[in-house]
């Protein structure tokens, strides 16, 4: 891989995004944007069509093989992609000693990526008695999100025995950010803008107390068999997404705490609602403001209806340019903070790209809380992740400066508001 300085570009507005997150990082906290993943490889492979796999994937997706001119923080550019990663060169191989891949893979993310001197990408090849068994794969986020390493995934898995048959080679990032500063582009720009100004304009002062020790973070995960079925039983009854439900369920908990009737929410956007956007590589991911009104009801139906109303608004204004925002924000030093964020991911048999299978109303285990030590502390602060899968619907939730109990407070009043609403004992 060249050291000298290509041709560069602007970064995509999701590039952006994931920039100003981490721009000013100290050195011992560069390794938070990085996410692992452990991919099982079919008894069989060898060390060669795993690397011949992993050049496929760079040779498909030019952020894998893309640097950053990071030197004017304000300014930061995208290089012109490499012609190649070096993967075809070395995969280096790790024994497996007993531990779990998943946390092997994890182990690898603590390394911090030098953006502008390195793809922000590794690959370890776990291997047993000589014998591969998985990928640890570990990226930045500013070179994938969490789709983009699904697509990943299910690309690779197809490359390790048919690489010719991917399809048409997706566009990049480079690509991306020629649309998005071209003048419609612009012009989606502008109206996003138009949108934060309004929410901050309407939004009251609003945040959970804080309980907790300054600058302390927990996480919690609730895990609910009995929530899944609640929640698609109330998206049937209101008409919208489960997705909506369990937001309306959050916000409703989280306006009690706070004694308001109007909340400023920020959803994660995965902007990846237009066809030729679907399969592009890098990090499209951005929060956008939504204000909820009547966020205090008990009628969580009506809520959910409105929380989906708010949710299309905000999600049409996704891809924002966050120094714009950042300026309008010095701009209005008043404005309100989101009193919380959240964002929802639905994981059939570990893939986003697949389609659960419909819930067990049957199932009835008690809920589960899990206290976990936090990888990242990027983010907003208080940020709910839902996560739906087949055996249920975990709630995790990341909060600086709000204790323990009052954490879990918050995740077991979301929980037993979706039992009580859908009518579950």
């Given at each position: ?91 280096p191989a790790v024994p497996d000693d007993g531990t779990a891949p998943d946390r092997r893979a994890a182990e690898l993310a603590h390394e911090p990526f030098d953006l502008g001197r390195q793809h922000g990408w590794r690959a370890r090849l776990l291997t047993r008695d000589g014998t ?28 390790l025995t048919d690489p010719d048959g991917l399809g048409p080679t997706p566009p990049g990032p480079a690509d991306l950010a020629a649309d998005q500063y071209g003048p419609a582009g612009l012009r989606r720009q502008a109206a996003a803008l138009d949108h934060w100004a309004h929410a ?52 409703r908990s989280v306006a009690r705490r706070c004694g308001t009737d109007t909340l400023l929410v920020h959803l994660m956007s995965a902007n990846r609602f237009a066809g030729r956007w679907k399969t592009v590589v890098t990090s499209m991911n951005q929060w956008v403001p939504a204000l ?134």
């Open positions: 891989m060249g050291e000298h300085m290509s041709a560069a570009g602007p970064l995509s507005l999701g590039q952006l995004s994931v920039w100003h997150d981490i721009r000013d990082l100290p050195a011992h906290r560069r390794h938070e944007p990085n996410n692992a993943a452990a991919w099982p490889l079919p008894r069989g492979t060898d060390t060669a069509q795993v690397r011949t796999a992993l050049c496929t994937l760079a040779a498909r997706h030019p952020s894998l093989r893309t640097r950053y001119d990071l030197n004017d923080p304000d300014a930061p550019r995208q290089l012109t992609p490499d012609a190649d990663t070096g993967t075809g060169d070395t995969l591969p068994t998985h990928l640890l794969f570990v990226k930045h986020h500013i070179t994938a999100d969490a789709w983009a390493q699904e697509l990943l995934h299910r690309e690779f898995r197809q490359a901050l304009s309407h939004a009251p002062p609003a945040a959970l107390p804080r309980t907790g020790a300054p600058g302390g973070t927990v996480q919690a995960t609730l895990h609910s068999a009995a929530a899944r079925p609640a929640a698609h039983a109330l998206a049937a009854r209101a008409r919208v997404s489960v997705a909506s439900v369990v937001l309306a369920a959050y916000v909820v009104e009547q966020a205090r009801t008990d009628d969580l139906v009506t809520l959910a209806d409105a929380v989906h109303w708010s949710g299309l608004t905000a999600f049409r204004h996704g891809m924002h340019d966050v120094t714009a925002v950042a300026a309008l924000r010095a701009r209005t030093p008043d404005a309100a903070e989101p009193a919380c964020a959240f964002n929802y991911v639905a994981v059939p048999g570990g893939s986003p790209l697949d389609a659960l299978p419909p819930p067990d109303p049957q199932d009835t285990r008690p809920p589960t809380l899990t206290w976990e030590e936090p990888f990242t502390t990027l983010g907003p602060r208080c940020y709910a992740r839902a996560l739906e899968t087949d055996t249920g619907l975990s709630i995790r939730l990341t909060a600086t400066d709000l204790g323990r109990e009052q954490c879990a407070e918050l995740l077991r009043d979301l929980h037993d508001g979706l039992l009580t609403a859908a009518g579950r004992p």
